[in-house]
């Protein structure tokens, strides 16, 4: 099964703040990589697919770039309900297996 | 609107069973292939099975494999995983989840219900 490792684990930052997330596969899967929030006790959504396109309804401080196995998640301008719990996972190849997760907490 | 609604979890004895079934509203549920993702209290997310639009395949985590199955009722709108021989390490909440794909090649999931919590206990 291909790996997925996020870095960082967890991370602080402020309202306005502009933070990055990273996720290295442990094989090449092209672009085939999306990205999801959870908020806490809540269901994952959707944020990124496809590396780099932002799933509609979702506001456009969020962008995703990458391919092969180095793939990043950029919000802009934090806001309250960005703090959260944020997974990869790759559809390149079945199991489409999920990150450990990178939690985003407020400072 | 779009939604999934799980249901059928509960707390459970090592070794019983339980079906988790998920009701599919707002949409052509016949046309999507769906998942089953769960969530370990404190842990991240694992994908637990898939079946496809019209339930002639599918496929499941080596963890589960054997003791889950994954079905669906397309005239029901309505997905199951039938989930025996549990243990310890099945508890979790238990989400399911539509795939969706975007220019022929790229998956991803969607929609996703609120989840439903198993506890083995």
């Known amino acids: 099964d291909i790996q997925l490792t996020q870095s960082p684990s967890s991370l602080s930052a402020s309202i306005g703040d502009r933070v990055t997330i990273t996720c290295r596969a442990s094989?090449?899967?092209?672009?085939?990589l999306n990205w999801y929030r959870q908020k806490s006790g809540k269901a994952p959504e959707l944020v990124i697919y496809a590396a780099a396109y932002v799933q509609s309804g979702l506001p456009s401080r969020f962008s995703g770039s990458g391919s092969g196995t180095d793939f990043t998640l950029t919000i802009t301008t934090l806001q309250p309900e960005d703090f959260a719990t944020y997974y990869c996972?790759?559809?390149?190849?079945?199991?489409?297996?999920f990150g450990q997760g990178t939690k985003l907490e407020i400072k | 609107q779009v939604q999934l609604v799980e249901s059928g979890g509960g707390v459970v004895q090592p070794g019983r069973s339980l079906r988790l079934s998920c009701a599919a509203s707002?949409?052509?549920?016949?046309?999507?292939?769906m998942y089953w993702v769960r969530q370990a209290p404190g842990k991240g997310l694992e994908w637990v099975a898939d079946i496809w639009y019209d339930g002639t395949k599918t496929k499941y985590a080596d963890s589960v494999k054997g003791r889950f199955t994954i079905s669906r009722d397309n005239s029901k709108n309505t997905l199951y995983l039938e989930v025996n021989s549990l243990r310890g390490d099945d508890t979790a909440v238990y989400y399911c989840a539509r795939d969706v794909v975007y220019g022929d090649f790229y998956h991803a999931l969607d929609v996703w219900g609120q989840g439903t919590t198993v506890i083995v206990s």
């Open positions: 707002g949409f052509i549920f016949s046309s999507y292939t």
């Open positions: 996972q790759q559809t390149n190849t079945a199991p489409y297996t």
């Open positions: 094989q090449t899967i092209s672009d085939y």
